[in-house]
């Protein structure tokens, strides 16, 4: 039986076309279109799934299966990353949904440990969504402005990386976030015209030397947090 997907706009019947190996692109006549995940049997004998998917895997005799991927190739699904989150952030989604999609989808790109949001509301920054943390500490968790590494990189405006966070006095630790030992840390401001508007975390256990395109890919997923925050408040203002 064909599976039918309805536009969540309009109720019309949407259109599906394959994007990748995990993916298919709905699409709708109204303009509105968006992602959606392959099921699990779709994926075990998808006809489409390449013959060179393991040639990434190699065996090393220190550490065992190490997965390499060429430069071209992480930007290519850098790129796609950016146009998932591009798309959520002009969606219909809640903000708060939009925060935790993109948390999950940066840290599973950079490959990190953990990935965090933070937002500005005039007084404090207010943790709005995590990866690894207890979800319990969402809109508890509160820094001022200079306070902590976070609360530092809003403060100065610019991103601020710290490898071993254990040696900078500036690092604090939330109980209720029932932190792991963290190491490398990369904390990047979200702001507009001089105006904060929140701070982007990644955190890794092992020590991490970001790369240049890594931090520009980081970037580039601040402003797409901001015209998330922006839409939806010009949104608002609109209704009221």
């Excluded at 995590?130 to 979800?135: A, G, L, N, V």
Aim: hydrophobic share 35%; with cysteine; net charge positive.
């Amino acid at each position: 039986m064909e599976s039918i997907t309805r536009c969540r706009k309009c109720g019309k019947k949407m259109k599906s076309e394959r994007v990748d190996d995990y993916r298919m692109k709905l699409i709708c006549t109204c303009g509105f279109w968006e992602y959606k995940t392959m099921p699990k049997a779709s994926k075990a004998i998808n006809p489409y799934y390449p013959e060179d998917a393991f040639s990434h895997i190699k065996v090393d005799e220190n550490v065992g299966l190490v997965f390499e991927m060429e430069k071209s190739n992480r930007e290519k699904m850098e790129i796609i990353t950016l146009e998932e989150i591009s798309m959520l952030a002009s969606s219909d989604y809640e903000l708060d949904e939009v925060l935790q999609s993109v948390v999950e989808k940066t840290a599973k790109r950079l490959g990190v440990d953990v990935s965090s949001i933070y937002l500005w509301d005039g007084k404090e920054l207010v943790l709005k969504a995590t990866t690894s943390f207890r979800k319990e500490a969402i809109g508890k968790v509160r820094l001022k402005l200079g306070e902590g590494i976070t609360g530092t990189a809003a403060k100065e405006g610019k991103p601020i990386i710290v490898k071993d966070v254990s040696s900078d006095p500036r690092y604090k630790k939330f109980a209720e976030l029932r932190e792991k030992d963290y190491t490398t840390m990369l904390s990047h401001p979200i702001i507009h015209k001089g105006e904060l508007f929140g701070v982007l975390n990644v955190q890794t256990v092992a020590p991490k030397e970001f790369q240049e395109d890594e931090i520009y890919f980081i970037s580039i997923i601040t402003n797409l947090i901001l015209g998330a925050i922006r839409i939806r408040r010009s949104q608002t203002t609109r209704k009221q």
